[in-house]
């Protein structure tokens, strides 16, 4: 059975900004201040991305005073990883099969 990797998340993990943000929350939940300095980008292209994120569902927010902590959602990234490791699997053995037919 070949499984079917979301187009639309492939584009959102497309961006480097937005790429380096979710290698950021996978260590750790992290306000807007906070990925400003550490991105350098300026916040509202920053928020506009993280809207994008959380949109996509790989990302969930918690309001903390007059902040919003951003973290990352694994079992988002773990859909994706088991859906590519499914289309390795299919790939090696349709390899397989075109190896034992192969002149």
Known sequence: ???SVDSDV???LADPLRMQIIRLLAHEALCTTHLVEE?????????NHLKI???AGLV??????RFTYYSLRPEAL????AEFAGLAATAREAAA???KRSC
């Open 78 to 81: 773990e859909v994706l990883a």
């Open 97 to 99: 099969a075109h190896r």
């Open 53 to 55: 994120l959380r949109d």
């Open 39 to 47: 991105t350098g980008a300026r916040q509202t292209n920053l928020s």
């Open 10 to 12: 492939l584009k959102v």
């Open 1 to 3: 059975m070949v499984t």
């Open 60 to 65: 969930d927010t918690e309001p903390c005073g």
